[in-house]
């Protein structure tokens, strides 16, 4: 009698238990995901069913199995590293099986790194150069803000400051005026604005300089004491862009886009805040002194 009575209830166990199961899986979703150029099989793929905001991720061998509470159309979206992701519609009325394939978007365009060695200093054969790009002078300390590269190679070996605050430069022992500034091989004879304490470069549209403190160039020639060949970008923009930035001395604006294929244009301006502020002052020899 025991025997029949733990029988019957082992029946009636499992006939719950496979209720239980039919109920769970009466509306389910069942499928791999692979690669569709190689059809292979993507594991550990991620599968989110935004309505039920819940989500599985697939087994080793790219299978997985959706359960849904009720029927109806669900959107399931796809991802994996490397791949392009999924978002899929899905009609659910009972249990069904879909395989889904994924586009890979690992695809780059080319890319040119190029770099310097700690070493060229030493191994180049011009050792009385020195290259600073606009992203190095950056780092430098500056003055309420301004970025001055005329200020940033006063820190360089070898090269002093003309006055205290002042823009001008003495290379090894030389005189300011012995040195030659170029922006774009244009000779620049006054480097100075504001009363000496800022250059006129715009740093926005400065891409690099080179200082020569030793062996100038021949073609370069009339200065005896150093060349500061100072360069702006030359690069070609894809798009319309604009660059600048507001200060407690002065303001400015870059503006660059592309004309065609081969050409593009740069409008770049500066504006300083110091004739408003002088005549605010009332101090007449100082606005004399700002106009000339």
Request: charged residues 20%.
């Amino acid at each position: 009698m025991i025997i029949k009575l733990v029988a019957l209830t082992c029946l009636l166990m499992c006939g719950i238990f496979s209720l239980a199961q039919n109920q769970i899986s009466k509306y389910a979703l069942h499928g791999r995901i692979t690669d569709r150029s190689s059809g292979e099989s993507l594991s550990r793929s991620s599968i989110y069913i935004v309505e039920q905001k819940s989500g599985i991720v697939a087994d080793e061998e790219g299978y997985f199995s959706l359960s849904f509470k009720t029927p109806g159309i669900y959107t399931v979206q796809i991802s994996h590293i490397g791949f392009e992701n999924r978002t899929l519609r899905v009609p659910v009325s009972g249990s069904h099986t879909l395989d889904i394939d994924l586009n890979s978007n690992a695809f780059l365009k080319e890319i040119i790194v190029t770099g310097k060695n700690s070493s060229d200093n030493i191994a180049r054969p011009n050792l009385g150069v020195e290259r600073l790009s606009i992203s190095q002078i950056r780092k430098l300390p500056s003055f309420m803000g301004e970025v001055d590269l005329m200020k940033a190679i006063q820190l360089l070996p070898g090269v002093h400051a003309g006055n205290e605050g002042s823009t001008g430069f003495s290379v090894r022992g030389g005189n300011p005026d012995q040195n030659l500034v170029l922006l774009d091989n244009t000779t620049v004879y006054n480097a100075s604005h504001l009363m000496g304490f800022f250059s006129i470069f715009n740093n926005d549209v400065i891409s690099d300089l080179e200082l020569y403190k030793g062996d100038i160039p021949v073609k370069y020639g009339g200065r005896l004491s150093s060349l500061l060949d100072i360069r702006t970008i030359d690069r070609m923009p894809e798009r319309v862009t604009a660059t600048g930035g507001i200060g407690l001395i002065s303001s400015r604006l870059v503006l660059q886009g592309p004309i065609g294929e081969k050409t593009s244009w740069l409008i770049g301006g500066r504006r300083s805040y110091a004739d408003m502020m002088i005549k605010l002052s009332g101090d007449k020899s100082m606005e004399e002194i700002i106009s000339v």
